[in-house]
């Protein structure tokens, strides 16, 4: 029974743990999806400096206009809104983004996905984008990698007519795996 309560225990704490992003963007902030939380994420790495940040700051963010910081301010200006951030907060491991992908051989490097893979695409997109690496829809002359899933569409003929280096599913995970 102790064994039991253990993972049980285990269990609820793996849920307590998100990523600085996912906070940010599951607050409901008017005007701050997941694309903006992923920039503010960025940004300020953790929680602690996301939290404390002032106007000015928030200013210097590219991607981040006005309408987006009077949001961020009208929210936070609420007391009962600072609070439940706060006291949510406490309650939650919220991971720091990483910051020392710019020291990876990959670093800006873009990365294009194609075709059905067996992991889910947010799941490959989160780890390369962990390395530096940018995820584009589209392939273009700048793409370094194309990913190719079952049933690929035309974006691996485009790929080999620009000669960009291609990437089996099987070659991917191992190409992951080195570079973790």
């Known amino acids: 029974?102790?064994?039991?309560?253990?993972?049980?225990?285990?269990?609820?704490?793996?849920?307590?743990?998100?990523?600085?992003?996912k906070f940010i963007s599951s607050l409901g902030i008017r005007f701050v999806g997941p694309h903006i939380a992923k920039l503010l994420a960025k940004h300020y790495?953790?929680?602690?400096?996301?939290?404390?940040?002032?106007?000015?700051k928030l200013m210097s963010i590219i991607g981040v206009g006005e309408k987006i910081i009077d949001s961020l301010i009208s929210f936070f200006s609420e007391k009962d809104n600072a609070e439940m951030v706060s006291d949510l907060a406490s309650q939650l491991k919220i991971e720091s983004v990483s910051t020392n992908t710019s020291?990876?051989?990959?670093?800006g490097k873009i990365m294009v996905f194609t075709g059905t893979l067996s992991m889910e695409r947010k799941e490959a997109q989160a780890k390369v984008e962990s390395l530096g690496i940018k995820v584009s829809s589209s392939v273009s002359k700048n793409t370094a990698f194309l990913v190719v899933g079952e049933k690929p569409g035309s974006k691996l003929e485009k790929a080999k007519k620009l000669g960009i280096?291609?990437?089996?599913?099987?070659?991917?995970?191992?190409?992951?795996?080195?570079?973790?």
């Open 1 to 21: 029974m102790k064994n039991h309560i253990s993972n049980l225990l285990d269990s609820i704490n793996n849920r307590k743990t998100i990523t600085l992003e």
């Open 45 to 56: 790495g953790s929680y602690e400096n996301w939290y404390s940040a002032d106007e000015e």
């Open 103 to 107: 020291s990876s051989p990959f670093s």
């Open 165 to 180: 280096k291609i990437l089996t599913e099987e070659k991917f995970v191992a190409f992951l795996q080195k570079s973790i």
